[in-house]
Protein backbone atom coordinates (compact mmCIF):
# COMPACT_ATOMS: atom_id res chain seq x y z
CA UNK A 1 0.00 0.00 0.00
CA UNK A 2 1.45 3.45 -1.02
CA UNK A 3 2.54 5.73 2.00
CA UNK A 4 0.93 9.20 1.87
CA UNK A 5 2.62 11.89 3.78
CA UNK A 6 0.64 14.44 5.37
CA UNK A 7 1.76 18.55 5.33
CA UNK A 8 0.13 21.20 7.03
CA UNK A 9 0.70 24.45 5.42
CA UNK A 10 -0.41 26.56 8.69
CA UNK A 11 1.63 27.67 11.19
CA UNK A 12 -0.70 27.77 13.88
CA UNK A 13 0.08 25.58 17.15
CA UNK A 14 -3.87 24.61 17.50
CA UNK A 15 -4.00 23.06 14.22
CA UNK A 16 -0.36 20.93 14.82
CA UNK A 17 -2.71 20.26 18.15
CA UNK A 18 -5.70 18.83 16.96
CA UNK A 19 -4.33 17.10 13.88
CA UNK A 20 -1.61 15.35 16.36
CA UNK A 21 -4.57 14.52 19.14
CA UNK A 22 -6.15 13.14 16.33
CA UNK A 23 -3.41 10.36 14.85
CA UNK A 24 -1.67 12.56 12.24
CA UNK A 25 1.86 13.47 12.11
CA UNK A 26 2.05 16.35 9.72
CA UNK A 27 5.14 18.24 8.42
CA UNK A 28 4.28 21.72 8.69
CA UNK A 29 5.25 23.97 6.00
CA UNK A 30 4.51 28.00 6.37
CA UNK A 31 3.14 30.03 3.34
CA UNK A 32 4.00 33.35 2.58
CA UNK A 33 0.47 34.61 1.34
CA UNK A 34 -0.24 38.01 0.76
CA UNK A 35 -3.97 37.65 2.67
CA UNK A 36 -4.41 41.25 2.62
CA UNK A 37 -3.54 40.88 -1.31
CA UNK A 38 -6.10 38.07 -1.51
CA UNK A 39 -9.09 39.89 0.43
CA UNK A 40 -8.56 43.17 -1.58
CA UNK A 41 -9.43 40.76 -4.75
CA UNK A 42 -12.55 39.51 -3.29
CA UNK A 43 -14.32 42.52 -2.47
CA UNK A 44 -18.16 41.28 -3.35
CA UNK A 45 -17.34 37.63 -2.28
CA UNK A 46 -19.74 35.70 -0.44
CA UNK A 47 -17.88 35.24 3.71
CA UNK A 48 -17.91 31.44 3.19
CA UNK A 49 -16.14 32.10 -0.22
CA UNK A 50 -13.67 34.36 1.21
CA UNK A 51 -12.18 31.65 3.78
CA UNK A 52 -11.86 29.05 1.12
CA UNK A 53 -10.35 31.29 -1.42
CA UNK A 54 -7.44 32.04 1.50
CA UNK A 55 -7.37 28.28 2.41
CA UNK A 56 -6.31 27.55 -1.39
CA UNK A 57 -3.53 30.41 -1.44
CA UNK A 58 -2.23 28.91 1.19
CA UNK A 59 -2.13 25.45 -0.86
CA UNK A 60 -0.68 26.53 -3.80
CA UNK A 61 1.91 28.49 -2.11
CA UNK A 62 2.37 25.16 0.00
CA UNK A 63 2.15 22.68 -2.92
CA UNK A 64 5.04 25.29 -4.95
CA UNK A 65 7.11 25.31 -2.13
CA UNK A 66 6.69 21.23 -2.33
CA UNK A 67 7.26 21.15 -6.21
CA UNK A 68 10.37 23.48 -5.80
CA UNK A 69 11.96 21.07 -3.25
CA UNK A 70 14.28 18.57 -4.08
CA UNK A 71 12.24 15.67 -1.78
CA UNK A 72 8.50 15.99 -3.35
CA UNK A 73 8.49 12.37 -4.50
CA UNK A 74 5.91 10.28 -3.56
CA UNK A 75 2.24 10.73 -2.52
CA UNK A 76 1.51 13.48 -0.30
CA UNK A 77 -1.38 15.36 0.84
CA UNK A 78 -1.55 19.26 1.79
CA UNK A 79 -4.39 20.73 3.91
CA UNK A 80 -4.66 24.60 4.40
CA UNK A 81 -7.25 26.30 6.21
CA UNK A 82 -8.27 29.47 7.00
CA UNK A 83 -10.58 31.27 9.42
CA UNK A 84 -12.80 34.55 10.18
CA UNK A 85 -15.43 35.56 12.42
CA UNK A 86 -18.81 36.96 10.66
CA UNK A 87 -19.87 39.42 13.50
CA UNK A 88 -23.02 41.42 12.40
CA UNK A 89 -22.84 41.05 8.41
CA UNK A 90 -18.83 41.78 8.33
CA UNK A 91 -15.86 39.20 8.64
CA UNK A 92 -13.14 39.82 11.03
CA UNK A 93 -9.83 38.01 11.22
CA UNK A 94 -6.49 38.55 14.30
CA UNK A 95 -6.95 41.68 15.56
CA UNK A 96 -2.99 42.10 16.21
CA UNK A 97 -3.62 45.50 18.48
CA UNK A 98 -5.15 45.42 22.36
CA UNK A 99 -7.49 48.13 21.25
CA UNK A 100 -8.96 46.36 18.66
CA UNK A 101 -9.41 43.13 20.80
CA UNK A 102 -11.15 45.25 23.34
CA UNK A 103 -13.78 46.78 20.89
CA UNK A 104 -14.57 43.40 18.89
CA UNK A 105 -15.54 41.90 22.77
CA UNK A 106 -16.95 44.92 23.92
CA UNK A 107 -19.40 44.72 20.44
CA UNK A 108 -19.66 40.52 20.80
CA UNK A 109 -20.29 40.03 24.54
CA UNK A 110 -23.64 38.62 24.89
CA UNK A 111 -24.31 38.17 21.50
CA UNK A 112 -23.46 35.11 18.68
CA UNK A 113 -21.46 34.99 15.77
CA UNK A 114 -20.39 32.43 13.07
CA UNK A 115 -16.55 31.21 12.83
CA UNK A 116 -15.76 30.07 9.20
CA UNK A 117 -13.41 27.96 8.81
CA UNK A 118 -12.07 27.41 5.20
CA UNK A 119 -10.35 24.12 4.39
CA UNK A 120 -8.41 23.02 0.92
CA UNK A 121 -6.52 19.56 0.56
CA UNK A 122 -4.14 18.88 -2.52
CA UNK A 123 -3.22 16.07 -3.16
CA UNK A 124 0.61 15.62 -4.78
CA UNK A 125 2.03 12.66 -6.65
CA UNK A 126 5.32 12.64 -7.63
CA UNK A 127 5.81 15.97 -9.72
CA UNK A 128 1.83 17.15 -10.16
CA UNK A 129 -1.42 17.60 -7.98
CA UNK A 130 -3.37 15.19 -8.71
CA UNK A 131 -6.79 16.20 -6.66
CA UNK A 132 -7.98 19.06 -4.70
CA UNK A 133 -11.12 19.39 -2.87
CA UNK A 134 -12.27 22.39 -0.75
CA UNK A 135 -15.19 23.28 1.65
CA UNK A 136 -16.22 26.02 4.40
CA UNK A 137 -17.81 24.64 7.73
CA UNK A 138 -19.43 27.54 9.89
CA UNK A 139 -19.97 27.24 13.98
CA UNK A 140 -22.40 29.39 15.93
CA UNK A 141 -20.48 31.00 18.99
CA UNK A 142 -22.28 32.45 21.52
CA UNK A 143 -20.28 34.59 23.46
CA UNK A 144 -20.43 35.40 27.30
CA UNK A 145 -21.96 38.46 28.38
CA UNK A 146 -18.93 39.86 30.44
CA UNK A 147 -17.46 43.26 31.74
CA UNK A 148 -15.30 45.58 30.76
CA UNK A 149 -12.87 44.67 33.17
CA UNK A 150 -12.90 40.80 32.06
CA UNK A 151 -12.30 41.84 28.34
CA UNK A 152 -9.21 44.24 29.45
CA UNK A 153 -7.56 41.31 31.52
CA UNK A 154 -8.37 39.00 28.45
CA UNK A 155 -6.82 41.49 26.17
CA UNK A 156 -4.24 42.15 27.95
CA UNK A 157 -3.03 38.76 27.91
CA UNK A 158 -2.41 38.78 24.23
CA UNK A 159 -3.77 35.37 23.52
CA UNK A 160 -6.82 37.57 21.25
CA UNK A 161 -4.27 38.92 19.26
CA UNK A 162 -3.16 36.66 17.18
CA UNK A 163 -6.42 34.36 16.50
CA UNK A 164 -9.22 34.48 14.52
CA UNK A 165 -12.35 36.35 16.00
CA UNK A 166 -9.83 37.75 18.92
CA UNK A 167 -10.91 34.17 20.76
CA UNK A 168 -10.24 30.98 21.62
CA UNK A 169 -12.01 27.98 22.31
CA UNK A 170 -8.91 25.55 23.88
CA UNK A 171 -7.36 28.74 25.53
CA UNK A 172 -8.15 31.73 27.84
CA UNK A 173 -11.13 32.62 26.21
CA UNK A 174 -13.02 28.99 26.30
CA UNK A 175 -13.80 30.59 29.50
CA UNK A 176 -15.72 33.54 27.52
CA UNK A 177 -17.92 31.24 25.31
CA UNK A 178 -21.28 29.88 26.77
CA UNK A 179 -22.57 27.27 24.33
CA UNK A 180 -21.27 26.42 20.22
CA UNK A 181 -23.59 25.25 18.08
CA UNK A 182 -21.59 22.85 15.19
CA UNK A 183 -18.31 21.14 14.89
CA UNK A 184 -15.48 22.69 17.82
CA UNK A 185 -12.44 21.12 15.73
CA UNK A 186 -13.47 23.98 12.97
CA UNK A 187 -13.22 27.00 15.49
CA UNK A 188 -10.00 25.62 17.32
CA UNK A 189 -8.93 26.24 13.52
CA UNK A 190 -9.32 22.58 11.70
CA UNK A 191 -12.00 20.93 11.07
CA UNK A 192 -11.57 16.94 11.37
CA UNK A 193 -14.85 15.69 9.54
CA UNK A 194 -14.64 18.61 7.08
CA UNK A 195 -10.93 17.06 6.48
CA UNK A 196 -12.04 13.78 6.52
CA UNK A 197 -14.54 14.37 3.69
CA UNK A 198 -11.86 16.37 1.63
CA UNK A 199 -9.27 13.55 2.00
CA UNK A 200 -11.76 11.02 0.75
CA UNK A 201 -12.48 13.33 -2.67
CA UNK A 202 -8.89 13.18 -3.34
CA UNK A 203 -8.95 9.23 -2.52
CA UNK A 204 -7.71 9.43 1.10
CA UNK A 205 -8.81 7.00 4.04
CA UNK A 206 -7.66 8.89 6.75
CA UNK A 207 -7.53 5.99 9.05
CA UNK A 208 -4.75 5.17 6.36
CA UNK A 209 -2.95 8.19 8.04
CA UNK A 210 -3.20 7.75 11.66
CA UNK A 211 -0.15 6.89 13.40
CA UNK A 212 -0.80 4.88 16.24
CA UNK A 213 1.18 4.29 18.94
Known sequence: ??????????????????????????????????????????????????????????????????????????????????????????????????????????????????LLTGHWVSRIEGSRVVGTANASAATTIHFADIDDATIDAYAATGEPLAVAGAFTLDGLGGWFVEAIDGDPSSVIGIGLPTVRRLLADVGVDVTTLWHLP
Not at 70 to 83: E, F, I, K, Q, R
Open 1 to 114: MTTVSVVLGSASPARLRVLRAAGLDPRVIVSDVDEDAVLDALPDAPPEQVVVRLAGAKSDAVVAAILAGDDHAGDTVVLTCDSMLLFDGALSGKPHTVDVARDRWRRMRGRSAE
